[in-house]
């Protein structure tokens, strides 16, 4: 079943982000799923606008796809996407976008949030991320559980 996910990254990895949109073109790769996400910048610098934006691909989907290249750890805006997907209820999912990406500390906003709602942190492997939508999926009621609970610990699981 193809899922609707909501892609999340930080600006500097926006090649990445649209290199892996484009993964369910692709015909040699077993990995269907509908795209949502602002994969083209938004034109303005008025946050609320863009908050706006933001919640507008949102709507209708039910995981959300954060890809972690070097920087995205300290984004307000990847940890302010987590945050609403999460309210939301949907699952999340971290993808590290190259091998040389620590896994972020529970300390950096990022992380914090990912930990807070339970992701699973999973490297680059094409063959994996459509069973791991799946589990995140699957998955999406437990982050309100583990934060009701104030563990933060489901990172991994």
């Not at 649209?18 to 938004?42: A, C, I, M, Q, T």
């Not at 890809?67 to 307000?76: I, N, P, T, V, Y």
Request: with cysteine.
């Amino acid at each position: 079943m193809a899922r609707r996910i909501f892609i999340s990254y930080q600006h500097d990895d926006q090649m990445k982000a649209k290199g892996f949109n484009l993964l369910r073109w692709n015909k040699n790769v077993d990995f269907e799923f509908v795209g949502r996400h602002l994969l083209d910048p938004v034109n303005s610098k008025n946050e609320d606008y863009i908050s706006q934006r933001i919640k507008e691909q949102l709507t209708g989907t039910s995981v959300t796809v954060v890809l972690l290249g070097q920087k995205a750890a300290d984004s307000k805006w990847v940890q302010w996407e987590i945050e609403q997907s999460v309210a939301k209820k949907n699952g999340i999912l971290a993808i590290k976008i190259s091998d040389n990406v620590p896994t972020p500390s529970k300390e950096s906003p990022v992380g914090k949030a990912l930990y807070d709602a339970g992701a699973e942190i999973i490297g680059w492997d094409v063959g994996k991320f459509e069973s791991a939508i799946e589990r995140a999926f699957k998955a999406a009621g437990r982050a309100e559980v583990v934060a009701s609970m104030g563990s933060g610990t489901g990172c991994g699981r």
